[in-house]
């Protein structure tokens, strides 16, 4: 039996691979194993446990929507590849799925050589855009040498004509990315202050995504602006460790010890106390905003917890 979430929950909960199926209320956004699906179309999958695989198809807005969920779901050390053919198999000795995989395999090359030919020729004819579309080709190329790579396909890296030069205009044009970003990201906390804010003071507002990630608690549930929700007593024994890293000024990687929220767990915690957990980056300052909101929780509970076992 599949557990039913939110849409944003069927993709946080499927990126961290910590359950084995789930769908939506109305079953149009689901997931069993590996496998992410809108309806009844395969949208994104893992490979393996550090690479997946996202459809480049174009769809319909509702599909679109589930594919930017599952995107924004996973975690920085996951490798995303998007290409038109993902349903590929591996570890398996069958001739058939050999024979599939060689041909999605050729399919998924092709667009990356194609789609970097059309944008060399929108390079060479743009006026405005030139370093942008350049940066397009210079990502299908690395593309197209990383997947050869995962995949272990004996072929010769695919290089582009002038591709020194294309890379460095690529660097020039990310870090004019990085400042544009920066001056956007800005603005859009000024311009969505009153959303936040209600957010924050526990209404049910959507905050926009591309905003620094919140946490609130509300009941026993800690919340997250990105739509994942977790065990507020989670967050409290979580609390306490965050807080002596950063006192140490020590940072702390997963290894093999879990720190359990929920249906996630926290990846890396660094020297300053800031969090990152699947997709979700919180800072330190979003952690301890809530800490006495938190403790008094605790309390409660505990409080709570004592008159039960005495009754």
């Known amino acids: 039996m599949k557990t039913v979430f939110t849409n944003d929950m069927v993709a946080h909960v499927w990126a961290q691979q910590s359950q084995e199926n789930g769908s939506s209320n109305n079953n149009s956004f689901s997931f069993f194993g590996s496998e992410l699906k809108s309806y009844n179309t395969l949208i994104a999958k893992f490979v393996r446990s550090d690479f997946v695989l996202v459809n480049s198809y174009n769809y319909s807005v509702t599909t679109s929507n589930h594919i930017s969920l599952a995107e924004r779901a996973l ?15 591996l570890g398996t000795k069958h001739g058939y799925t050999e024979k599939q995989n060689k041909i ?3 399919e998924n090359l092709s667009y990356f050589k194609n789609e970097t030919k059309k ?23 690395d593309t197209y040498n990383k997947y050869i790579s995962l995949f272990k396909l004996r072929l010769k890296l695919f290089v582009l004509p002038n591709f020194e030069q294309i890379k460095l205009d690529d660097m020039k044009f990310a870090k004019a990315k990085i400042r544009k970003n920066k001056a956007v990201a800005k603005k859009r906390i000024k311009d969505n202050q009153e959303k936040i804010s209600k957010w924050l003071a526990g209404e049910l507002v959507s905050v926009p995504y591309d905003i620094d990630c919140m946490i609130r608690l509300r009941g026993d549930t800690i919340e997250t602006s990105q739509g ?58 979003q ?11 605790r309390k409660n509970y505990w409080n709570k917890k004592n008159e039960g076992e005495q009754l």
């Open 287 to 297: 952690i301890v905003r809530i800490e006495r909101e938190l403790k008094e929780w």
């Open 119 to 141: 944008a060399i020729l929108k390079a060479s004819r743009a006026r405005t855009m030139k370093d942008w579309y350049n940066n397009q080709a210079l990502n299908f190329v």
């Open 75 to 89: 975690s920085d050390h996951i490798t995303v590849i998007s290409c038109p053919n993902i349903n590929i198999k």
């Open 104 to 106: 999605a395999h050729t």
């Open 228 to 285: 994942a929700q977790f065990p507020a007593l989670h967050g409290y024994v979580a609390l306490s460790f965050i807080k002596s890293r950063r006192k140490k000024s020590e940072s702390w990687k997963s290894n093999g010890h879990t720190i359990k929220l929920g249906h996630f767990a926290i990846d890396n915690i660094d020297q300053f106390g800031n969090v990152q957990a699947g997709c979700h980056k919180v800072k330190y300052e």
